[in-house]
């Protein structure tokens, strides 16, 4: 059934009826798909719901703006509105038809407007938004930063339990911080499923509210250090086997490091539960539990009873092939478990706890580096189908479609991320609450945040349940409020914005980022004009992060030596030989011009730049790629450790899953070895150097 809009070649305005493929042709989006989406999102009854109220839910203005809001409905109105901070109260009448006009001198924040007529109210959130996100005053007068990035995981140390934790991170924040560095920039920590540790994706988390704890440093756990029960578990040989193994294994072993920190753990949480009541760390404890409420409750419910059901059947993975009567979080079965389970329950709250601990920890330590930016967290586009989100909150998305992409290139196929996509209807109707609270939650303790595919905010390619990733559409968000919101956020939070924009942007967003003063990523491989000449450091975007490469590409080493088309070729990614010959001829093409344009940077070094070539990476070569992109004129630089210590295989190979150790290579040498490096601080050095000269 259509909507109002009478267009017969679409069902809906916001799921699109063709759009650009790769060979840049128009092609139409089946009307069956469309219709099959439209369904996902609710059918007609988002429009009937809206259609029905006098006024709507949410408004987002930009300061400054007068404030217009239509009435409908027949009879006279009473409104009030109040604002967010009970500051300011203003009340009139008015009748269905005209339009309730309020000056422009709001303040910036969440007011509340409230229509009367008889027995009956309805509520419409104002927000009121600044005109951009917040840039720290030092890159508002031109300094320019760099940092780490770094994949958290592939941290090793002479510390860690076999993958990086938040004491590893604290460690890196003080090394980056002493040679110079403003910021650590972070895969995405969100919260994963530990009781099935081999989901291992950090873009494919169970909830984006809540942290991994695997992140967990167990040894700085006060009460691991007081529980006897813990001293003799850690002290058994067994124990040490397992910790040494996982150790030196180059690959992070999910499943051995989740067993040994949650064996771990229980023993810290019985020693925990020894305190008083009045006693610091338990009064600390209760006070976060009761101010997160609802969303740490459910994150614990389902953690705790995912633990339960695994340990009957390793095949629960998650909500949709658990027993009926636990796929519903608000189902008699799972409040009687939550009462009989409360411990546990309790338990998986305290392990939130001590992760965000942790992190905070981490964050204040910057201070005393006096990092500019401190840490950036990265936010991922969305959570997985089979995670506490979509348990908890079935209506806010929508499980009958998925996020991917179309078909390109290499991919001709399309992507399907097995993600579950956000109700834009939703979204509104709840005046946009679920998208505030996510950026606040990720906002907190860091100073900046990463939005991967930062083009989600205008549209999302969904894919109906069952349906190949062809058949999908762009489905459209209301990209204007939320940008709005995510400046208002921003302001409030001080935490800068970083956009992931790679791949194909559409025009209608590109502006709008950079007028919101949302940072640009700016990669090395593909910083080039049409004739494909390098851009040379002064032409980059000053509003941008620039980076070499990213957890989704070959390393430096791997993209310079093409063991990104030996991997590909190996694993089935291209559809024919003369494609992956292409490809590679184009590669040779680009590192030509790169080795080009390092000629003209060094135009008084030119015996070294002969020293450079093509078919292998010089120490002298990685040296030189790195001042390049450190010189550019881009505000933020992000580097990393894998380039730094000229790894070949990535951490992450697209459009695989099982056929690639994906998120789970460490990086070839421990922290304390990296930065004892001679190498590493000379390059370090320098690019300090470049970064801070005039």
């Known amino acids: 059934m259509q909507c109002e809009n009478k267009d017969l070649d679409r069902i809906s305005p916001d799921i699109a009826a063709n759009y650009i493929n790769a060979r840049g042709e128009l092609q139409a989006i089946p009307l069956s798909i469309q219709q099959r989406l439209f369904d996902a999102m609710g059918g007609e009854t988002p429009f009937l719901k809206r259609k029905a109220l006098p006024l709507p839910t949410v408004k987002v203005v930009p300061q400054s703006e007068t404030i217009e809001l239509a009435i409908q409905g027949t009879g006279e109105f009473e409104w009030l509105l109040e604002t967010e901070n009970n500051s300011l109260q203003k009340k009139g009448k008015l009748l269905a038809g ?89 895969n995405p920590i969100h919260s994963l499923f530990p009781s099935n540790p081999e989901s291992a994706s950090p873009y494919s988390p169970s909830s984006r509210y809540w942290l ?56 810290a949480w019985q020693q925990f539960l020894l305190r008083d009541k009045q006693d610091e760390l338990r009064a600390e404890f209760d006070r976060f539990v009761e101010a997160r409420g609802e969303s740490l409750h459910w994150q614990a419910a389902f953690d705790a009873l995912h ?96 996020i991917g992409a179309p078909p390109d290139i290499l991919g001709p196929l399309g992507q399907n991320w097995g993600v579950a996509p956000l109700n834009p209807y939703v979204l509104a109707e709840r005046a946009y609450a679920p998208f505030i609270e996510l950026l606040r939650s990720n906002m907190e303790n860091c100073g900046a945040l990463r939005i991967d595919h930062v083009m989600s905010l205008l549209r999302l390619w969904w894919v109906p349940q069952n349906e190949t990733a062809a058949n999908g559409a762009y489905v459209y968000y209301p990209v204007d409020d939320l940008l709005a919101i995510l400046a208002l956020e921003s302001q409030r939070m001080h935490c800068m914005i970083i956009g992931e924009d790679l791949g194909i942007v559409p025009e209608e967003i590109i502006s709008k980022l950079r007028d919101y003063g949302v940072f640009s990523y700016k990669v090395l491989w593909f910083e080039h004009d049409d004739q494909r000449k390098v851009r040379s450091p002064e032409q980059w975007a000053s509003q941008a992060m620039a980076v070499i490469s990213t957890h989704d590409m070959p390393t430096l080493r791997g993209y310079w030596q093409g063991h990104d088309f030996v991997l ?59 001042y390049f992109v450190a010189d550019s004129h881009s505000a933020l630089l992000g580097l990393q450790p894998e380039d730094w210590l000229d790894m070949l295989t990535p951490v992450n190979i697209p459009g695989t899953s099982t056929e690639y150790a994906n998120w789970r290579r460490k990086l070839s040498k421990t922290l304390e070895e990296i930065f004892s490096d001679v190498d590493v601080n000379h390059l370090l050095s320098e690019v300090d150097r470049l970064r801070k000269k005039q």
């Open 568 to 626: 590909g070729k190996k694993l089935g990614l291209y559809p024919d030989a003369d494609m992956l010959e292409e490809l590679k001829s184009d590669r040779e093409g680009a590192k030509q011009q790169l080795l080009d344009a390092l000629w003209v940077r060094n135009n008084d070094n030119k015996s070294s730049c002969h020293r450079l070539n093509r078919q292998r990476v010089s120490r002298d070569l990685n040296h030189q790629l790195h």
């Open 212 to 267: 991994n704890i695997i992140y967990i440093d167990v040894n700085a756990v006060i009460d691991f250090q007081l529980s006897e029960h813990a001293r003799r578990w850690w002290q058994s040989k067994t124990t040490q086997d397992s910790l040494q193994a996982a150790r030196d294994s180059d690959l992070v072993d999910y499943s051995t490091v989740t067993k040994l920190k949650i064996t771990a753990l229980k023993f």
């Open 98 to 186: 005209q339009t309730l006009v309020l000056q422009s001198n709001l303040p910036l924040g969440y007011h509340n407007i409230t229509l009367k007529q008889q027995d009956k109210q309805w509520h419409c959130q104002l927000i009121i938004t600044p005109k951009r996100c917040y840039i720290p005053s030092t890159i508002e007068a031109g300094n320019k930063l760099w940092g780490a990035s770094v994949q958290l995981y592939t941290l090793r140390s002479e510390h860690n339990w076999g993958i990086g934790d938040f004491g590893d991170l604290k460690r890196m924040v003080g090394e980056i911080g002493a040679r110079g560095g403003s910021f650590i920039g972070l």
């Open 307 to 402: 633990a339960d059901l695994m340990a009957q059947n390793s095949a629960y993975w998650g909500w949709p092939v658990w027993p009926e009567e636990y796929r519903q979080a608000h189902s008699p079965a799972v409040t009687q478990f939550c009462q009989q389970k409360q411990d546990e329950v309790i338990f998986w709250s305290w392990l939130q706890w001590l992760a965000w601990r942790q992190f905070a920890d981490c964050w204040q330590y910057c201070d005393k580096f006096n990092m500019l930016v401190g840490l950036y967290r990265d936010l991922a586009v969305g959570v997985t189908q089979g995670g506490v989100e979509t348990w908890y909150d079935r209506e806010l998305y929508c499980v009958d479609a998925s």
